[in-house]
């Protein structure tokens, strides 16, 4: 099972006020549709950028049903989402947030080919 860092001050934090403000939505509907964006993205943008992924979809995965470029926008103008040097965009310090839980998956993913090539082993030299 998955879990995301959500510090104590994030419901105060003034990128999420700013954020609430320009949707015109409420701080905690605002905490919950990043908290839901910031979900979706462990499994869907793990490296944390959103190349190729449209705004729709960006929108999409943070519950909000209302115009994406505007859910987009305002992530980008709190400094949710950054733009890259080369145009793509990408979350925020992802991996300050996400980085153990990444890390902890790619340990785990060597480990079970480090399991099955030592079996493979194990079975030729029975043979």
């Known amino acids: 099972m998955a879990w995301i ?3 104590q001050q ?3 934090h003034r990128k ?3 954020a ?3 949707l015109e939505i409420e701080p905690p509907h605002m905490l919950g549709l990043l908290t839901s964006f910031w979900l979706w993205a ?3 943008a793990p490296s944390g950028s ?3 992924i449209s705004n729709r979809n960006i ?3 943070a519950q909000w049903n209302k115009e994406p470029d505007t859910f987009v926008e305002a992530m980008k103008s709190a400094g949710f989402l950054d733009i890259t040097e080369d145009g793509t965009l990408e979350i925020h310090d992802w991996y300050e947030y996400a980085g153990k839980l990444i890390d902890q998956r790619e340990a785990e993913k060597q480990r079970q080919f480090e399991l099955k090539q030592q079996k ?3 079975k030729h030299r029975g043979r």
């Open 5 to 7: 860092q959500v510090h």
């Open 10 to 12: 994030l419901k105060d």
């Open 16 to 18: 999420l006020l700013a």
């Open 20 to 22: 609430a403000d320009e």
């Open 42 to 44: 462990l499994d869907n």
């Open 50 to 52: 959103l190349e190729g």
């Open 59 to 61: 929108a999409r995965a």
């Open 120 to 122: 493979r082993k194990e």
